[in-house]
């Protein structure tokens, strides 16, 4: 074992305070990472404060992170991925029973014997797994991704959460060449659908609540922005949409989302608003339309993400922070005053 700055909450009330955790020495098949950006994702903060306890209660010291980005700086003897000093990213899971049809599949996001990369039963050490609010990590070379060269470092972190998660609902719904996509919601996860969407070769619109974000979802990539607020705006959509990737946490009415479906058309939900979204039949009905819901990826797909970013310069718009500024950029992200996602640094948590 070894000692590894990072920062933690001591209860569901407490800020997030500099501390030193410890970490394992890579076994045979793991990689130990010096850990240089981290994104900030809704769910650090949900599970800091204990928001999900009827799912996933916390346990006690957290730290949180799962969208992982740095250098590796060891090897176990057994690895053969990586080498020192390549590239790594970790997103939300560190481990799987590699045994069930879900991770025979290349689903280990779906395994029920998962561990995911924070607050999760810790095989090696006991007591729960650490994230990436630290300066390094220990992680099994199978939950490890290679990172492409000419990225971004800073704006790659989030691409391990809300990337993969919007990235893979949209190539799961086949090619989207010439096809009408909408996509609602322009926060951390709706700015990368758009930027996929497009890179994806489809007809791009943006449904959101405010006038404001017209301009940069345009920017973004959007060839059509919709205020869903605007109901005559909406209804020139109605039955002309292939795939709608609906990425609101929280409440809204998905019907009149369902609604701008054409015939087969899917909606897929990746937001997870707290209380049950009503369905009128009738939605669904008409025009066989069809409601889904989609998380992260697999590893397998993970990687055909980020070397897909890799090929079309894709990363997430992300303003970067020190991690001192982490308790103010949780108060932050809960007024959506951030374009579009933290990032980070930790090297700051070094100085
Ligand atoms: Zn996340
Ligand atoms: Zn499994």
Known sequence: MFNAKAYSAASETSPLASTTIPRRDPTEHDVQIEILFCGICHSDVHSVRNEWSSVMPTVYPIVPGHEIVGRVNKVGSAVTKFKSGDLAGVGCLVDSDHTCPNCQDGLEQLCPNQTLTFNSPDRHLGGVTYGGYSESIVVDEHFVLHVPANLDLAGVAPLLCAGITTYSPL????????????????????????????????????????????????????????????????????????????TI???????????????????????????????????????????????????????????????????????????????????????????????????????
């Open 249 to 351: 946490a929280a409440e809204h009415d998905i019907n009149t989302y369902l609604h701008l479906l054409g015939r087969d058309g899917n909606l897929t939900l990746v937001g997870a608003p707290e209380k049950p979204l009503p369905v009128s039949a009738f939605s669904l009905i008409f025009g066989r339309r069809s409601l889904s819901g989609s998380l992260i990826g697999g590893l397998a797909e993970t990687q055909e993400m980020l070397d897909f970013c890799g090929e079309h310069n894709i990363t997430a718009d992300v303003e970067i922070i020190p991690i001192q500024k982490v308790n103010e950029a949780y108060e932050r992200l809960l007024k959506s005053d951030v374009k579009y996602r933290f990032s980070i640094d930790m090297t700051s948590l070094k100085g």
């Open 171 to 246: 190539r799961r719904w086949g090619d989207i060449k010439r096809k009408k996509v909408g996509v609602v919601g322009l926060g951390g996860l709706g700015h990368m659908g758009v930027k996929f969407a497009r890179a994806f070769g489809a007809h791009v619109v943006v449904f959101t609540t405010s006038e404001s974000k017209r301009e940069d979802a345009l920017r973004l990539g959007a060839h059509e922005v919709v205020v869903s607020r605007n109901a005559d705006e909406m209804q020139q959509h109605a039955g002309s949409f292939d795939f709608i990737l609906d």
